[in-house]
């Protein structure tokens, strides 16, 4: 391990054997739910793009990281509706005496190492575990891997939704999904399917699960679009039947069987693939 930093409710660390950021949250009273949630996460370098130090309010400094566009599904999910204060690349430090140079050197052995500006190609930072379930205001949802399941509530879901019945979408139905955060009005999740514009309205949606006061909440709605994410990237390699661009057959071989141990791609699927690059090499 290398150098660290202890700021406000987290501490990063460098690790010079990986080439990582590793970022523990800290539990508290004061920070961010999300941060909860998240825990601990090791962040390549290569998934970023810049950092930054400067002064913040009440005599402290704020080190923040940029994280390439593609590089981490939960900033992809989010799509920079995530509060300041719960942005989980920000980091604030107390300012002044040698703090500030510790900070500072921390800063430049980030920034010597960091990836290329451009989009990533594959997501390189690791999807948080997402709940099981995820309660909204008008429905529950599921994700199993494979499909996105939702039951709606007898009290909080409209008519359309309640006489259309529970809905299950596969993923190799989907082509994407929006999240729109529950601190702010109309908060909802809504897939969206390959075929067919669903109702612009979320509670008429029957691919959209509305949020609300102690409903959706971001620290268990974020991490579970995350994870709806990862899967359908997953799935848009298998269906493409292509590889991981720019990857070596060694790296292929290897992201081809985290794919299949995290369970996102069926042992057909793997073997499939598995051959299908081999005899590609």
């Not at 930093?5 to 539990?27: K, P, Q």
């Not at 960091?114 to 429905?139: M, N, Q």
Request: aromatic residues 6%; proline residues 6%; hydrophobic residues 45%.
């Amino acid at each position: 391990m290398g150098d660290a930093l202890a700021g406000n409710h987290a501490v990063w660390e460098f690790d010079r054997t990986t080439n990582s950021l590793i970022i523990r949250f800290a539990r508290g009273m004061r920070t961010p739910r999300l941060w909860h949630a998240l825990g601990e996460r090791r962040i390549p370098l290569e998934a970023l793009s810049g950092v930054s130090l400067t002064v913040g309010r009440r005599d402290t400094l704020v080190l923040h990281a940029r994280v390439r566009v593609g590089a981490d599904p939960l900033m992809e999910a989010a799509a920079g509706q995530l509060r300041e204060a719960c942005d989980p690349y920000r980091l604030v430090l107390p300012g002044g005496g040698a703090g500030a140079g510790r900070a500072a050197a921390f800063t430049e052995i980030l920034r010597e190492r960091l990836g290329p500006a451009g989009p990533a190609e594959r997501f390189l930072v690791s999807v948080p575990e997402p709940p099981a379930t995820l309660k909204a205001y008008d429905a529950r949802l599921a994700f199993d891997g494979g499909a996105v399941t939702f039951r709606w509530s007898r009290t909080g879901a409209t008519s359309t939704k309640w006489k259309a019945g529970d809905q299950r979408y596969a993923l190799t139905a989907l082509a994407g999904l929006v999240w729109h955060s529950p601190e702010r009005s109309g908060g909802h999740l809504r897939l969206l399917p390959r075929e067919g514009a669903g109702d612009p309205r979320p509670d008429h949606d029957l691919a959209s699960a509305v949020f609300g006061v102690g409903y959706g909440a971001v620290h268990e709605s974020l991490p579970f679009a995350a994870a709806v994410l990862v899967a359908l990237r997953a799935r848009a390699v298998v269906a493409s039947g292509a590889a991981v661009p720019g990857a070596r057959a060694g790296e292929r071989m290897q992201h081809l069987a985290e794919l299949h141990g995290a369970g996102l791609l069926t042992d057909a699927e793997y073997r499939a693939l598995r051959d299908r690059f081999t005899a590609g090499a």
